[in-house]
């Protein structure tokens, strides 16, 4: 097919689409422009906003079409930063009114009713700023704001195809970088690659849209129609301008993002199942999405859906582990922005009762599960609560009560019962809608987390994820290291995996938790330690050093073991001190020559910060649980996992 298109060709049927969507198509030689130095359709602009804000007097429209073609000093992104501020949410504007000085918002565009607004695609838009003529493909108005910008390549010629259209694009942000001040969407395509992505998405971040309905079959070689009706019909594109592109990265460094097709249904589909589960059995379902496919973004997306599908809800996110709590904390803090509220982390159960108690409406509020309490009265009643909790398959989510024997110090037999999170949670917030997010399946045996958050909302599984591009494919290779065990130690093993396979309930870490303790005795000889660090060192010399930048993960056993992998390196390598790092949490109880390694929390921010740095010299982490979810290093080439792989998917 493509042997038939020609660049000119190919943009006349992609002009074709957008007028079956909807679009007014304007060839912009026929616009008879006199100013060439605009990137606005100024007479469409001031005729949309009078026309969608009808109660506000002249001088209001005029203060905000002032605002946007005049922006303080900063740097291209924090200029669009500004802008997208007011395409999603409108321009504050001070104006007079019998004698008084009144605020209002402009309205940029009226998302509720899409034949309010002027959906322009635009051709051959000649664009002049600082000496630079440049004439993008094809550009989308809305409302004469140039909000997309598609270069296009011709699909018969093999040396023209989307690398040089994303390089494209990048040299017109450096010549007529005040068009991109208003860009929402970049599209790059060829026929056979079609790709969206932002003003700061590397080439690797411009990402296909597969499907037009959200179903994921077919998707593995999606027409180009299928990307272009899939993102740009009328009501579809004015849902993704609001609802699924923010910032997010640090003040230095800030990203836009945007959604991908599989973010984008499966949200919208969590969000009405919200909706259903508030008024039912307060079970929102589980959202399993493989590790890597950008699942904090899609709580974030979530979050900032539900304040107005639900009139304001409050929303607690919850975790099992401190770390996770501390990691999507900070996913969330960047965008607060988008969110519109500032998010919370409770310090202690006495504030998250604090948070809780008392409150009618917004707030996100972080929490471990654990700062719930047994016995004590719902800390509210209120239905528009839901509770994200992450990692919702790890079984800690039961509901049973149980009665759990254990030995004491003297060999004595104890008895105490167990009441599961769940329950207790449920009993906290007695009418909340409950919603589990999964990186990894939930097993077929796993009663409890259907239990507690219902069916599956929707899946992308790592199969999808790959063929896709939004992560990478894992290989295994099995690393046998030779460690003369007797046949009393490799019985032990045996035993203990055994146990491993089970569910992992309370019961049955109390049960297994002597022969865990023997088996880190055996993991953690010296012998084994010698042996291991040894392969590690030859394997990662040899093969994995200059592969990519070079960036390893070492996966202990425990904290113990971590501490002497980390030793038993620097003892076979000292050369590698600035090579290697440990991040994992700290005890009270840990010894202190632990303390200078492990070091406080703004010293696993900064080798953070190493690891991500390409060319940073930190090249090897030795973690036990931290960083093995919700931590993107997209150079990271290689895993050595010292530690049981339990229901690997």
């Given at each position: 097919m493509s042997a038939y298109f020609t660049e000119p060709t190919y943009e006349a049927a992609v002009i074709e689409l957008f007028t079956q969507m909807g679009y007014t198509h304007v060839y912009a030689p026929d616009l008879n422009r006199t100013d060439y130095t605009s990137p606005l359709l100024d007479s469409v602009l001031l005729d949309s906003l009078v026309r969608l804000n009808r109660d506000l007097p002249p001088e209001a429209i005029h203060e905000a079409i002032s605002k946007l073609k005049n922006f303080d000093g900063g740097s291209l992104v924090e200029k669009n930063r500004t802008f997208t501020g007011y395409l999603q949410n409108g321009v504050e504007v001070k104006y007079f009114a019998k004698g008084e000085e009144r605020s209002a918002l402009v309205r940029l565009v009226d998302y509720q009713c899409p034949e309010n607004n002027a959906f322009y695609v635009v051709n051959q838009y000649t664009y002049v700023e600082n000496g630079s003529t440049r004439r993008p493909d094809v550009i989308l108005f809305l409302n004469g704001l140039p909000l997309v910008v598609m270069e296009l390549k011709s699909p018969s010629q093999e040396e023209a195809g989307v690398e040089n259209a994303y390089n494209q694009l990048r040299n017109y942000m450096q010549d007529i970088p005040s068009l991109f001040i208003y860009n929402a969407i970049c599209v790059i395509s060829d026929l056979s690659a079609n790709r969206a992505g932002t003003i700061t998405s590397g080439l690797d971040r411009f990402m296909e849209w597969k499907t037009r309905d959200g179903r994921y079959e077919n998707t593995a070689y999606a027409q180009f129609d299928t990307f272009y009706e899939g993102m740009f019909q009328r009501e579809r594109l004015l849902d993704i301008l609001k609802n699924f592109i923010l910032f997010s990265g640090d003040a230095q460094r800030p990203v836009k993002i945007l959604a991908g097709y599989h973010q984008y249904f499966a949200v919208r589909k969590a969000v009405e199942k919200a909706v259903t589960a508030t008024t039912t059995d307060g079970r929102g379902g589980v959202f399993w999405h493989t590790q890597g496919s950008g699942k904090s973004l899609s709580m974030v997306f979530y979050a900032h859906l539900l304040q107005e599908a639900l009139d304001s809800p409050t929303i607690v996110v919850m975790t099992d582990r401190i770390d996770l709590d501390d990691q999507l904390y900070t996913q969330f803090a960047r965008c607060a922005e988008f969110l519109r509220q500032t998010p919370v982390q409770a310090e202690s159960k006495e504030h998250l009762k604090s948070l809780l108690e008392g409150r009618e409406a917004n707030g996100i509020i972080f929490t471990t599960m654990f700062k719930f309490e047994r016995g004590e009265a719902a800390l509210s009643t209120r239905r528009n609560i839901v509770v994200m909790a992450d990692e919702a398959h790890r079984g800690q989510y039961g509901f049973d009560e149980k009665v759990v024997y254990s030995e004491n110090d003297q060999g004595e037999q104890e008895a105490r019962v167990v009441v599961g999170n769940a329950r207790i949670i449920r009993e906290a917030l007695p009418n909340a809608t409950f919603i589990g997010f999964t990186g990894t399946?939930?097993?077929?045996?796993?009663?409890?987390?259907?239990?507690?958050?219902?069916?599956?909302?929707?899946?992308?599984?790592?199969?999808?994820?790959?063929?896709?591009?939004?992560?990478?494919?894992?290989?295994?290779?099995?690393?046998?290291?030779?460690?003369?065990?007797?046949?009393?130690?490799?019985n032990l093993i045996d035993a203990t995996y055994d146990v491993l396979e089970q569910q992992s309930n309370t019961a049955t870490i109390?049960?297994?938790?002597k022969m865990l303790g023997q088996m880190e005795s055996v993991l953690g000889a010296d012998p084994t330690i010698q042996s291991l660090c040894e392969d590690?060192?030859?394997?990662?010399?040899?093969?994995?050093?200059?592969?990519?930048?070079?960036?390893?993960?070492?996966?202990?056993?425990?904290?113990?073991?971590?501490?002497k992998?980390?030793?038993?390196?620097?003892?076979?390598?000292?050369?590698?001190?600035?090579?290697?790092?440990?991040?994992?949490?700290?005890?009270?109880?840990?010894?202190?020559?632990?303390?200078?390694?492990?070091?406080?929390?703004?010293?696993?921010?900064?080798?953070?910060?190493?690891?991500?740095?390409?060319?940073?010299?930190?090249k090897i982490a030795i973690v036990v649980d931290m960083w093995l979810t919700g931590f993107d290093v997209p150079s990271l080439a290689t895993m050595y996992i010292y530690k049981p792989m339990i229901n690997s998917y």
């Amino acid at each position: 097919m493509s042997a038939y298109f020609t660049e000119p060709t190919y943009e006349a049927a992609v002009i074709e689409l957008f007028t079956q969507m909807g679009y007014t198509h304007v060839y912009a030689p026929d616009l008879n422009r006199t100013d060439y130095t605009s990137p606005l359709l100024d007479s469409v602009l001031l005729d949309s906003l009078v026309r969608l804000n009808r109660d506000l007097p002249p001088e209001a429209i005029h203060e905000a079409i002032s605002k946007l073609k005049n922006f303080d000093g900063g740097s291209l992104v924090e200029k669009n930063r500004t802008f997208t501020g007011y395409l999603q949410n409108g321009v504050e504007v001070k104006y007079f009114a019998k004698g008084e000085e009144r605020s209002a918002l402009v309205r940029l565009v009226d998302y509720q009713c899409p034949e309010n607004n002027a959906f322009y695609v635009v051709n051959q838009y000649t664009y002049v700023e600082n000496g630079s003529t440049r004439r993008p493909d094809v550009i989308l108005f809305l409302n004469g704001l140039p909000l997309v910008v598609m270069e296009l390549k011709s699909p018969s010629q093999e040396e023209a195809g989307v690398e040089n259209a994303y390089n494209q694009l990048r040299n017109y942000m450096q010549d007529i970088p005040s068009l991109f001040i208003y860009n929402a969407i970049c599209v790059i395509s060829d026929l056979s690659a079609n790709r969206a992505g932002t003003i700061t998405s590397g080439l690797d971040r411009f990402m296909e849209w597969k499907t037009r309905d959200g179903r994921y079959e077919n998707t593995a070689y999606a027409q180009f129609d299928t990307f272009y009706e899939g993102m740009f019909q009328r009501e579809r594109l004015l849902d993704i301008l609001k609802n699924f592109i923010l910032f997010s990265g640090d003040a230095q460094r800030p990203v836009k993002i945007l959604a991908g097709y599989h973010q984008y249904f499966a949200v919208r589909k969590a969000v009405e199942k919200a909706v259903t589960a508030t008024t039912t059995d307060g079970r929102g379902g589980v959202f399993w999405h493989t590790q890597g496919s950008g699942k904090s973004l899609s709580m974030v997306f979530y979050a900032h859906l539900l304040q107005e599908a639900l009139d304001s809800p409050t929303i607690v996110v919850m975790t099992d582990r401190i770390d996770l709590d501390d990691q999507l904390y900070t996913q969330f803090a960047r965008c607060a922005e988008f969110l519109r509220q500032t998010p919370v982390q409770a310090e202690s159960k006495e504030h998250l009762k604090s948070l809780l108690e008392g409150r009618e409406a917004n707030g996100i509020i972080f929490t471990t599960m654990f700062k719930f309490e047994r016995g004590e009265a719902a800390l509210s009643t209120r239905r528009n609560i839901v509770v994200m909790a992450d990692e919702a398959h790890r079984g800690q989510y039961g509901f049973d009560e149980k009665v759990v024997y254990s030995e004491n110090d003297q060999g004595e037999q104890e008895a105490r019962v167990v009441v599961g999170n769940a329950r207790i949670i449920r009993e906290a917030l007695p009418n909340a809608t409950f919603i589990g997010f999964t990186g990894t399946p939930v097993s077929a045996k796993d009663r409890n987390t259907r239990e507690v958050f219902g069916d599956y909302i929707d899946v992308y599984d790592m199969t999808q994820a790959v063929e896709d591009g939004a992560t990478r494919p894992v290989y295994y290779e099995s690393r046998v290291i030779h460690l003369k065990l007797d046949q009393n130690t490799l019985n032990l093993i045996d035993a203990t995996y055994d146990v491993l396979e089970q569910q992992s309930n309370t019961a049955t870490i109390e049960k297994s938790q002597k022969m865990l303790g023997q088996m880190e005795s055996v993991l953690g000889a010296d012998p084994t330690i010698q042996s291991l660090c040894e392969d590690i060192v030859a394997h990662y010399e040899n093969y994995r050093a200059n592969l990519l930048t070079g960036k390893a993960m070492i996966v202990a056993y425990s904290r113990p073991i971590a501490m002497k992998i980390y030793r038993k390196l620097l003892e076979l390598r000292p050369g590698w001190i600035e090579k290697i790092g440990v991040v994992m949490t700290s005890g009270n109880n840990d010894p202190e020559e632990w303390k200078t390694v492990i070091g406080t929390k703004s010293h696993k921010e900064e080798l953070a910060r190493k690891f991500k740095d390409n060319d940073d010299p930190m090249k090897i982490a030795i973690v036990v649980d931290m960083w093995l979810t919700g931590f993107d290093v997209p150079s990271l080439a290689t895993m050595y996992i010292y530690k049981p792989m339990i229901n690997s998917y």
